[in-house]
């Protein structure tokens, strides 16, 4: 099937290429279409000394469909649902090509971190926060919730 | 990479911001009972955004908003539903069909209709997926291919696709996530135009253009070529990329060329056609005119790229030649 054997060109190229130390991606052992990935909250934002664990499934048709990220840590940040993980961002619905992988979906989830988009929240009380103008609200809740949820979580060493 | 753009979570395009916002509307109020939770332990400063959460009568009970999967879940089951009713690639019907269409319809669309006829004979059409330009174009292209058994195109497209291959290349693009499109097309064009042995059968060759893992995957090579032609070209297509939208050049390609489903417009069929060399007719089927008007004319557009092989040029029976109705492109067949 077409979708696994792209799923190995980038399980190869994960594995390869690790000099993208914000981001720790592999597959579950038994299954290719199961992923796993830690990210880094980026520096100069609330989440900076976070990881951020995400569960990627990959639907059989991958790479014409986009892969089912969820934000297993709680975050908070508008565009991640507060109670599912569920991430909303453009390139995972409508904006999806094959031209994205794995690894740069978590680099566009990384930078969705760094950039909120309150217009279109998951998070409505987040996005209002933001929306308000009270930055100083959203950055102590979002940095409250790094330090409780995500600065014990660390990545198996692989 | 695609992905360095950075701006990915920007959703520009108005399209895909309505879907992604309206369903969202009602979204939960985040905070939670386990927001509470947490809270509770560390004190401060969260009242302000809290909701007067009187365990269970904060929230207001609404439906649950479905999660996004589950909306491309639906979608899907629609989308299949649809292809029950349209294969990708229809069987080639009399132009009479498309006159049948129009029976109770426009007069000026019925005039034109008969006028149609009088240059071409059958229409084949295509499924309304957002593809259709792209799948038409493949299918027009590989059964023109089949009759001619021109074996001067084999070499020549390779040529074509191994330039293109060079171009995302050099535009950053990793090249395990496109060449897997690549091969699948060009397995059509070598079974269409085989070195040696006897090509497919017309058949076989609808066959395949509908079967998705074979479609689809052509198609997506074609947004391929296409997207890198635009970004080579990016100064020569960016005014007309801002008159249709308001993004940059990445952002469109990356939006509006590269995913399924989405439409083309004149800058893709440009694109397309220049870097592959090869040109097509688009016929527009329009309301514009009367249908009383006895120099009634139909529009047509001819895409010829300066490096098109003499044997797919206009005034050519080798013209590929689609018909535009608002929206959508069906194939067309001269008399």
């Given at each position: 099937?077409?979708?696994?054997?792209?799923?190995?060109?980038?399980?190869?190229?994960?594995?390869?290429?690790?000099?993208?130390?914000?981001?720790?991606?592999?597959?579950?052992?038994?299954?290719?279409?199961?992923?796993?990935?830690?990210?880094?909250?980026?520096?100069?934002?609330?989440?900076?000394?976070?990881?951020?664990?995400?569960?990627?499934?990959?639907?059989?048709?991958?790479?014409?469909?986009?892969?089912?990220?969820?934000?297993?840590?709680?975050?908070?940040?508008?565009?991640?649902?507060?109670?599912?993980?569920?991430?909303?961002l453009d390139i995972?619905k409508t904006a999806w090509s094959?031209a994205w992988?794995?690894?740069s979906?978590?680099r566009a989830?990384?930078a969705l971190?760094?950039h909120?988009e309150?217009?279109?929240?998951?998070?409505?009380?987040?996005?209002?926060?933001?929306?308000?103008?009270?930055?100083?609200?959203?950055?102590?809740?979002?940095?409250?919730?790094?330090?409780?949820?995500?600065?014990?979580?660390?990545?198996?060493?692989? | 990479m695609a992905s360095e753009s950075g701006a990915t979570a920007v959703v520009l395009d108005p399209k895909s911001d309505?879907?992604s916002?309206?369903?969202?509307?009602?979204?939960?109020?985040?905070?939670?009972?386990?927001?509470?939770?947490?809270?509770?332990?560390?004190?401060?400063?969260?009242?302000?955004?809290?909701?007067?959460?009187?365990?269970?009568?904060?929230?207001?009970?609404?439906?649950?908003?479905?999660?996004?999967?589950?909306?491309?879940?639906?979608?899907?089951?629609?989308?299949?539903?649809?292809?029950?009713?349209?294969?990708?690639?229809?069987?080639?019907?009399?132009?009479?069909?498309?006159?049948?269409?129009?029976?109770?319809?426009?007069?000026?669309?019925?005039?034109?209709?008969?006028?149609?006829?009088?240059?071409?004979?059958?229409?084949?059409?295509?499924?309304?997926?957002?593809?259709?330009?792209?799948?038409?174009?493949?299918?027009?292209?590989?059964?023109?291919?089949?009759?001619?058994?021109?074996?001067?195109?084999?070499?020549?497209?390779?040529?074509?696709?191994?330039?293109?291959?060079?171009?995302?290349?050099?535009i950053g693009y990793?090249?395990?996530?496109?060449?897997?499109?690549?091969?699948?097309?060009?397995?059509?064009?070598?079974?269409?135009?085989?070195?040696?042995?006897?090509?497919?059968?017309?058949?076989?060759?609808?066959?395949?253009?509908?079967?998705?893992?074979?479609?689809?995957?052509?198609?997506?090579?074609?947004r391929?070529?296409t997207s890198a032609?635009v970004q080579?070209?990016a100064e020569?297509f960016e005014p007309f990329i801002l008159g249709l939208t308001n993004l940059d050049v990445k952002k469109f390609c990356q939006t509006s060329v590269e995913p399924?489903?989405e439409?083309?417009d004149?800058v893709h069929?440009?694109a397309?056609?220049?870097?592959?060399?090869?040109?097509?007719?688009?016929?527009?089927?329009?309301?514009?005119?009367?249908?009383?008007?006895?120099?009634?004319?139909?529009?047509?557009?001819?895409?010829?790229?300066?490096?098109?092989?003499?044997?797919?040029?206009?005034?050519?029976?080798?013209?590929?030649?689609?018909?535009?109705?608002?929206?959508?492109?069906?194939?067309?067949?001269?008399?």
């Open positions: 099937m077409a979708s696994r054997s792209r799923l190995f060109k980038e399980f190869k190229e994960v594995q390869r290429d690790k000099k993208d130390t914000d981001i720790v991606l592999f597959p579950d052992e038994s299954n290719i279409y199961r992923w796993t990935a830690y990210i880094k909250g980026p520096a100069e934002t609330p989440y900076d000394g976070g990881t951020f664990q995400l569960s990627i499934n990959v639907p059989e048709n991958y790479p014409l469909t986009p892969p089912v990220v969820r934000c297993n840590t709680k975050i908070f940040h508008p565009n991640v649902h507060f109670k599912t993980g569920e991430i909303c995972l094959p992988t794995l690894q979906v978590c989830v990384i971190l760094s909120p309150p217009d279109s929240p998951l998070n409505c009380d987040c996005g209002n926060l933001l929306r308000a103008g009270d930055l100083r609200g959203y950055k102590s809740m979002a940095r409250m919730y790094t330090k409780l949820a995500a600065s014990q979580v660390k990545p198996p060493s692989i | 309505m879907q916002s309206v369903p969202k509307l009602g979204a939960n109020s985040s905070l939670s009972e386990e927001g509470l939770e947490l809270n509770d332990g560390t004190g401060e400063g969260e009242e302000s955004v809290q909701p007067n959460v009187d365990q269970g009568v904060a929230v207001p009970a609404g439906p649950a908003r479905p999660a996004d999967d589950e909306i491309l879940l639906q979608e899907n089951s629609i989308k299949a539903e649809e292809a029950g009713k349209m294969e990708f690639i229809g069987d080639k019907e009399p132009l009479s069909a498309l006159a049948a269409e129009y029976e109770r319809g426009n007069e000026v669309f019925k005039a034109k209709i008969q006028k149609l006829g009088e240059t071409y004979g059958s229409i084949r059409r295509t499924r309304g997926d957002g593809n259709c330009f792209f799948r038409g174009f493949m299918f027009a292209y590989l059964e023109r291919l089949l009759h001619s058994q021109d074996k001067t195109e084999l070499p020549r497209m390779r040529d074509r696709i191994e330039r293109c291959k060079q171009e995302l290349i050099a990793t090249p395990f996530t496109f060449e897997d499109f690549l091969e699948i097309f060009m397995d059509q064009l070598e079974s269409v135009l085989p070195e040696e042995g006897q090509p497919i059968s017309l058949s076989e060759l609808e066959v395949r253009c509908r079967d998705p893992n074979v479609s689809n995957w052509a198609v997506m090579f074609f391929f070529v032609e080579r070209r020569f399924m489903g439409e083309s004149h069929i440009t397309l056609t220049d870097a592959l060399g090869i040109p097509v007719r688009i016929v527009y089927l329009d309301r514009s005119g009367g249908a009383s008007d006895d120099a009634l004319e139909i529009n047509h557009h001819d895409f010829v790229p300066e490096s098109a092989p003499e044997s797919f040029k206009p005034d050519t029976s080798g013209l590929l030649t689609l018909l535009y109705r608002p929206g959508h492109y069906d194939i067309l067949y001269s008399l």
